[in-house]
Each structure stands twice: as C-alpha cells, then as structure tokens.
C-alpha cells in the first residue's frame, strides 16, 4: 500500500501535467505527447548531452524520412514480424507505404549507396528521430507506451574484429549518460530462446557467435549481469541496461545490440585488404532508447 502510495506521488503523467512539460489532446489522439516549450527545453537538453558523448568518437548525423515504401521491411526481415505495427499510408496508387516503425534499414541505405573500404570502418551514423508503432490503445500509458517514439539512435558498420572495440564505446557513452542521472545500471544479456528458433533470423552459427561474444564482454568487465533467454530482437542478440526508478521498479533502458541478418539482407559489405567483398556488422545502439519513456522512467 505504501508503495502505491509513493508511486501516486511519483506518477510522470501527473508531474508532467504539474511541471508543464506535455499535454494529450483528445483531438490529436491517445498516445500522441504534445511538449510545451518547458517539456522541449528538457528533450533538447537531453538529445544534446547524448550527441556530445558520441561527437568524439566519430559518429556522424544523418537524416531520413519518416515514411517508406514497405518493400524496405520485406527486404530487411522487419515485414512479417511488424505487420500488425505498421501505420500503412494511404495513397492514390502503387507502391504502398507505411510510417517508419524502426530507423535501422534507413542508414543502411546510406551506407549501401557507395563502395566501402575497410579503411573507413567503422562508419557510425546518429539520428534523434520519430518512429510510430500501432500500439493497441489498452497498451497506451502517459510516455511510458506511446505512438509516437522519439529515438535517439545510432547504427555502427564494421568489421567482426572491430565488435568488442564499438562495444565498448558504447558502453562507456551508457555509463556516462546514466551515472550522471544517479541512474545505476545491471546489464542483462538478451539472448534467443533455442526453443521457440521461428521467432528469429538467421542461423544458429551466427547467433551462437554473436551471444558467445556479447558474453565475453560482459564476463570480462566483472560485474554481476543477468541471463535473459528470450529477450533477444528477432535479428541477433543485444546487452540491455536495466535501471530502476523512484521506487525501485526494474526498467530497460539503454542497448547494445548485434546484427548480422540485416546486411546479409542488404548485401553490405567492405572491400578487404585482398581485394575482396567481405560481409560486415551492423551494431544498434540508443542511449536513452526513447526520450519519452527515459523522461517517465
């Protein structure tokens, strides 16, 4: 009861709505924040403190839109797993669109539209974007579930051998950022569950490479960290960072994830120093995850 109590008090709708930080209009929808000039002070100052810590270690801003043509999700393997998620855009005609629901296959495209040497990986592209998911509206709650997704995101291309280096980057980027919130972080390795295997991309060789060396980070920094079987995106395995908030209930936050289906999918790859295409990497990695859920948790 007491807790309850204290959870009430701490309620992010009600101290938005006392601190003037955003609002929800009946007439935009469910689901859709609307931030006051106070609240996008506070989502500006955030975004800038996540683009400072990563300006320094060669990350570059990009820009991409906010629909697509669906094919972009069949071809990267987004389409069936998100199909009941996607806001299709309705049109005069061919070929259908939707509103993006995840930034990923868009960098991609970036970095597919020109010849690579390994000489220029890792190349790091950053983008603070909007993404929209069709939540069902019994799902919605204040900032913590909504339709639209303020992500600060970040796609690392590179080399096998250059995972553990770009890890750590990131890694070192989370611990700033939340340290600095009080914020103290226990990492859970989300991995597939071998039993339920149609739920992800790619094949087991890869998938057992990609956990064996998220876990060789994570037992190398010799910290307490927790096991999640079937936590993993449906497209490789990923370090999440758990933290709590004023009560001290358990949120995932930050993440660091591999994947190594979606450049199978789009064909990137480097030319090695034989000459050669080689296949690459692709590492996901959002400090706050989403700007709405970090201001709630």
Known sequence: VKMMEEAEKRDHRKLGKELGLFVFSDLVGPGLPLWTPKGTVMRELLNDFVWQLRKPYGYQRVTIPHITKKDLYETSGHGAKYADALFEIKRRGPPLYAMKPMN???????????GRSYRELPVRFAETTMVYRDEQS?????????????????????????VRQEAEIIWNIINTFYETFGFKLTPRLSRRDPAKAEKYLGSVEDWDKSEAALREILNEKGIEWIDGPGEAAFYGPKIDFMGTDAIGRRHQVATI????NQPKNFG??????QGEKEGILMVHCA??????????V
């Open 104 to 114: 990923c296959p868009h960098p991609a495209q970036i970095y597919a539209s020109e």
């Open 257 to 260: 994830q591999l994947d190594f």
């Open 287 to 296: 400090i706050m995850g989403s700007i709405e859920r970090f201001l709630s």
């Open 138 to 162: 019994g799902e919605l709650s204040g900032l913590s579930r909504v339709l639209s997704i303020t992500q600060d995101d970040a796609h690392v291309f590179c080399r096998v051998s250059q």
């Open 268 to 273: 990137l790859t480097c030319i090695n120093e």
